[in-house]
């Protein structure tokens, strides 16, 4: 157990870890990363790892493009394994007003650069034989999108930010961030007290909990995620486009020789993480095959294998969800020195590496190299809201995660 840091990350997730090593990076900082879990164990491993490069903003746009470029280059920048596969991927539509969609995607996608191509569903159906063309009205090829295996980011992030001096302190239960006079002055550990001018809360499905133990409220959702990887089946290859079906919110990428798949569900299921008691593992978290089999008999037109293959893992996590679908990123209202890294809205361990750099820029530097003020707090500081309104606009934003409409 340490006593000082000059920066401690609480949570060692992917956008923790990342935010850890790029601290670490910068030379001259004593960083240590600390979670109540073992490192990096708990929903960062139980993602899908899909990186999907058309989004609805520019700003996303142009952060998940450099994701890219940092996943593809992750074992040489970190010296650590991270298996990925650009396989492109197929966004389709069975409505027509998810077609309009789909051609603001194309316009958007093309102005920032992106490989997009609109395609017919015959054509789609020959990029990816597991998709049929029956019911599809529109469909776009995204090149730029690819996967890889969740299981190795965040480790290897936090791996890697040990190598550089940083400290790892796993099984270490963080019970308040210490703040005197609005100034953060530390952390109490269920080991200790660590002194500490700059903390950040990048506890994942636990942000709620450290943030409200030292008086910071944050507006976001823990939220269950559950997919399932299929056994082999026959004709699956690694470079097939991973597939994307908007109304139905139903993803598929292969895995392993069968497929890993989920949905975003219609109803999803929050979670008070304090109710949930101390000793709460992600694993243990209730899951409900229902969910995926009635998504699979809702896209049995367009992806008929995924009522017949035979599940060999079935898993599940707990992402944060935002009312407007942004991270949460940057300095907490009113409280120097108290940072947030979370609000993943799905999709924060592809985004993780670009984050935890922007973050680690903004903690050092006190400005982030980009404009990510839509993702910081400080656009709540003006609002109030309820939980029920909070769970509503959070549902909303996990169901159109696609942009379907």
């Known amino acids: 157990m340490i006593s000082k840091a000059d920066v401690v990350v609480i949570g060692s997730g992917g956008l923790g870890a990342a935010t850890a090593y790029y601290l670490s990076k910068r030379g001259g900082l004593s960083v240590a990363l600390v979670d109540k879990h073992a490192i990096g164990s708990q ?23 450099d994701a890219c470029r940092k996943i593809e280059a992750f074992t040489e920048e970190t010296g650590q394994p991270l298996d990925w596969v650009h396989s492109g991927s197929l966004k389709v539509a069975r409505r027509p007003q998810d077609a309009e969609v ?8 093309r102005r920032t650069g992106l490989d997009v191509e609109l395609i017919s569903p015959e054509q789609a159906s020959g990029l990816n034989p ?30 890697a930010a040990a190598a550089n001096g940083a400290t790892l302190l796993p099984k270490t239960d963080v019970r308040a961030v210490n703040i005197v006079g609005g100034t953060v002055i530390g952390l109490t550990t269920a080991n200790g007290v660590i002194e500490s001018p700059v903390v950040v809360d990048a506890a994942g499905a636990w ?7 030292s008086g910071i409220r944050v507006p976001l959702v823990p939220t269950r995620q559950q997919l399932i990887v299929t056994e082999p089946l026959d004709g699956v290859r690694a470079d097939l486009p991973m597939i994307r079906i908007m109304d139905a919110a139903v993803y ?9 798949w989920g949905v975003y569900e219609e109803a999803p299921r929050f979670f008070d993480m304090q109710s949930l008691g101390a000793g709460f593992d992600v694993k243990d978290m209730p899951l409900d095959i229902g969910v995926l089999h009635a998504a699979a008999d809702e896209v049995k037109d367009q992806l008929p294998f995924l009522q017949t293959a035979k599940v ?8 944060t969800m935002t009312a407007d679908g942004h991270h949460i990123l940057g300095p907490a209202i009113g409280v120097a020195g108290f940072y947030f890294a979370s609000g ?22 006190g400005n982030p190299p980009v404009d990510l003020s839509p993702m910081s707090v400080m656009r709540f500081k003006d609002q109030s809201w309820s939980e029920d309104q909070l769970e509503r606009d959070a549902a909303w934003q996990y169901r159109h995660f696609y942009g379907a409409v």
């Not at 789909?102 to 996608?109: A, S, V």
């Open 102 to 109: 789909i051609e603001d995607d194309f316009e958007r996608g």
């Open 344 to 365: 993943c809205n799905v999709a924060g361990l592809s985004i993780s590496p670009t984050v935890g750099e922007a973050l680690a820029a903004w903690i050092v530097d």
């Open 252 to 260: 598929a990428r292969p895995c392993q020789g069968g497929f890993l």
């Open 207 to 213: 942000t709620r909990q450290v943030a409200e133990a």
């Open 43 to 65: 929903t960062s491993p139980r993602a899908a790892g899909m990186v999907s490069c058309a989004r609805k903003s520019d700003l996303m746009i142009g952060l998940i493009k």
């Open 130 to 159: 597991f998709l049929q063309p029956t019911g599809v009205v529109a469909a776009m090829r995204i090149g730029d999108d690819r996967y890889f295996d969740p299981a190795q980011v965040a480790v290897g992030f936090a791996t």
């Open 312 to 319: 060999r893992e079935f898993r599940g996590g707990i992402p």
